[in-house]
């Protein structure tokens, strides 16, 4: 392999993609060599080579290069982080972007310019395309509408080497959190992800500084993260749905979400106020209004029951000033309701356990604010959660029901690839209880396999494959019914009634 190829490659790719000028080429060119340990330059023709939509082959070929010479250790991690330091030789500055991001929105409109900033994120490899494309996605047909099910193969497993050196490190509080504004250009550590090509979008929201970023996993179609400059907990209140609905007042082909404030029903990162969003629309999107409901006060803002598995007020109005009052004073009342004969308790003590997921988006000029309500206490019978998936779909999704999962996309384990093809050659054979039940793999989808097998009058090798992914999404709305605080029974939905006549009453 030719190193100085390689290099001049990059730097092509770099000024194809408008990351590096003409006159910063030589700039970027010797902090590469500097960070290689060359001592010289040779140029070398290119011109017959094919430059790539993508840096990640040429990345390889240098990290292959740079851990022959001893450079850098084979493992996932250092590669990481050294090509990673690598795009940070080519990413432009973030006054650069940020100003390109006006120019483009200004001209051409807010669209345009996400358009052109999710790019930006593809080509400095901040989002990795290859990896992206590992993972398995599909929908599944429910009776709620086609789930989304995705599973996630995109992040690579850690080397034991890494692992060990990670238990060696010294503890470190910066950047604060993987949200932090402090990741901005950081060189990364072990166990901390490099940023050198990562660049940032400052927004204003209610008179406050927060910021827009993509998610390096992203799930959908342009999986944003809006998050606040300052690492503050996350709070469900009056600011939340403000902030929601002025997001999507400056950028309304977006929609915008926040996780649960509260253990077990919110997101894995609770420590810093954040939001996700983007340009996707989700199963629950599409999922109608099966009850119209009246608010006492706010009789001019469309409201109703939406037909979802778990507890879901849509409203909606032109009037963002009063759409958020509504919900406020839903959140307020649900903060505080009880209903024991359906295991409904808003505090253990002092400790409490009612809370909202919130979603928002546009309509038109019409606001709609999506209001998921949730619970989080637990019991001895139920130590993971009343209303977190119980134990017999914990073969299919166990983790806590975050955002994305609410609106209808299942993120399921990597694992499930090897025991789905494992499954589909077991369940065509007669003996396939036999099978599955001294696997270690998938012996935890036996009861699952048995009644699918039930259910279907003729499984062979031809169909199998579909059957599995569609009875997945099936499951998947099981979840959902198991996180749903008023159940999709009479004796739930009469207890919706209930707290609905509750909030006009007070």
């Known amino acids: 392999m030719n190193i100085f190829e390689e290099i001049k490659m990059l730097l092509t790719y770099g000024i194809k993609n408008d990351l590096i000028g003409k006159y910063d080429e030589i700039i970027s060119r010797n902090e590469i060599i500097s960070l290689l340990k060359l001592e010289e330059w040779k140029d070398t023709d290119i011109s017959s080579k094919i430059i790539p939509e993508y840096p990640n082959k040429i990345l390889e070929n240098i990290c292959n290069w740079a851990v022959e010479k001893g450079i850098i250790e084979d493992t996932v991690t250092t590669r990481e982080l050294f090509d990673t330091e690598i795009m940070g030789k080519i990413t432009p500055s973030a006054t650069h972007v940020i100003d390109k991001f006006i120019k483009i929105s200004s001209l051409g409109g807010i669209k345009k310019a996400t358009d052109n900033y999710y790019e930006f ?36 497993e850690k080397d034991p080497r890494d692992i060990a050196k990670e238990r060696l490190l010294p503890l470190s509080s910066y950047p604060k959190c993987l949200l932090c504004y402090e990741n901005v250009g950081y060189t990364g550590r072990i166990n901390h992800p490099a940023r050198q090509n990562h660049r940032i979008l400052p927004f204003f929201l209610e008179g406050e500084e927060w910021f827009l970023q993509y998610s390096p996993y992203v799930y959908y179609n342009e999986h944003a993260i809006v998050f606040s ?16 609905t002025a997001f999507v007042e400056q950028v309304p082909h977006y929609f915008i979400g926040s996780n649960a404030d509260l253990p077990i029903v919110g997101g894995s990162i609770l420590s810093h106020d954040h939001y996700q ?114 134990e017999d779909v914990h073969n299919i999704k166990k983790e806590n029901i975050g955002l994305i999962e609410v609106m209808g996309l299942a993120v399921l384990p990597g694992r499930l690839k090897e025991e789905l093809e494992i499954l589909e050659r077991y369940m065509t054979e007669s003996d396939f209880k036999t099978k599955i039940k001294n696997d270690t793999k998938v012996e935890k989808h036996l009861e699952w396999a048995i009644n699918i097998n039930k259910k279907y009058l003729k499984i062979t090798s031809e169909n199998i494959k579909n059957i599995l992914k569609n009875e997945i999404g099936i499951t998947f709305s099981r979840v959902l019914e198991d996180a749903g605080v008023f159940k999709r029974n009479i004796e739930g939905q009469n207890g919706l009634t209930r707290f609905i006549e509750y909030i006009n009453i007070n």
């Open 277 to 390: 969003g983007g340009h996707h629309e989700f199963p629950m999107a599409k999922s109608p209004i099966e009850k119209a409901l009246i608010f006492k006060g706010f009789e001019d803002i469309e409201a109703g029951i939406v037909k979802w598995p778990m507890s879901v007020i849509r409203i909606k109005s032109h009037n963002r000033k009063k759409l958020v009052e509504l919900a406020v004073k839903i959140l307020d009342n649900w903060r505080k309701y009880n209903d024991e004969s359906l295991n409904i308790y808003a505090f253990s003590d002092e400790i409490p356990h009612n809370t909202i997921t919130p979603i928002g988006r546009r309509r038109g000029k019409d606001f709609e604010l999506d209001l998921v309500l949730r619970n989080n206490k637990t019991t001895e019978l139920y130590p993971l959660g009343i209303f977190h998936p119980h």
């Open 229 to 244: 400059k300052e690492h503050r907990p996350m709070k469900i209140n009056k600011d939340t749905f403000s902030r929601i």
């Open 121 to 156: 994120a593809q080509k400095t490899n901040y989002i990795r395309t290859d990896r992206i494309a590992k993972n398995m996605h599909w929908y599944s047909n429910t009776e709620y509408g086609d789930m989304e099910i995705t599973v996630n193969l995109s992040k690579p």
